[in-house]
């Protein structure tokens, strides 16, 4: 009799197991913290859309007569200057070309009022987004992106509009590091967390499977010592 119990508490014990472990193997998914928003935002324009308006700069975009009446022989560089609209990530973009455009032996970067060329950037988008991922609920889909419109424009007011570029970053993230993700002193860098559906297997099958799986054990464990 003793034997044929263990044997049933033995495979008790193996449904508890088996159904707890992936139970709670996904409350320990994603306990790394990612990216803060702020730094992925960051990484999409000063490596991508910065180098990429760059890039499009190397190549002549007007008339080369156009070049010679604009450019100032005695000049070792045609001198550059950038305006940005109000958008409130516009200065990351400002930052990264700053940094990055000197590196061109073709332009100067300069505060003139009359410079050689004025390159006019304007941030369509900078946003951060969550949605609910759809295999676990605990989970959300992240994205980032940013848009970005510019055009060149000469002393003379003659405008060539360059590529728009955008970027986007996706991702997978625990719904309690949203907090830790964002950053107060942005906007851009937040976004509203949707609320977790209702999930009936989990706020009322696994509690009460957990609760009746220890019932049973415990129930056994007492059975076994009175025989």
């Known amino acids: 009799m003793k034997a044929e119990t263990w044997k049933w508490a033995v495979i008790f014990c193996a449904i508890v197991l088996h159904c707890g472990i992936p139970l709670f193997a996904q409350e320990r998914t994603a306990t790394a913290l990612p990216k803060r928003n702020l730094e992925i935002l960051d990484s999409l324009i000063s490596k991508n859309i910065a180098l990429q308006i760059i ?58 009022a009359t410079p050689h060329y004025c390159l006019h950037l304007r941030m369509e988008e900078a946003a951060t987004r969550y949605a609910t991922c759809q295999s676990n609920v605990d989970l959300l889909q992240r994205e980032i992106s940013c848009t970005v419109h510019a055009h060149l424009e000469t002393k003379y007011g003659t405008i060539q509009e360059l590529q728009s570029l955008s970027e986007i970053s ?58």
Do not use: C
């Open 55 to 112: 890039k499009q700069l190397r190549s002549p975009l007007f008339p080369a007569y156009l070049i010679q009446q604009v450019s100032d022989s005695s000049a070792v560089r045609d001198t550059l200057r950038l305006r940005s609209n109000s958008h409130e990530a516009a200065w990351m973009l400002e930052q990264a070309l700053f940094s990055q455009l000197p590196r061109k032996k073709r332009y100067r970067m300069s505060d003139s």
């Open 170 to 227: 996706r991702d997978t993230i625990s719904r309690r590091f949203v907090a830790n993700l964002e950053n107060k002193q942005y906007a851009f860098t937040q976004a509203n967390v949707p609320e977790v559906p209702p999930n009936f297997w989990k706020q009322v099958v696994e509690p009460a499977l957990v609760i009746a799986a220890a019932g049973i054990m415990v129930a056994l464990f007492f059975f076994v010592r009175t025989q």
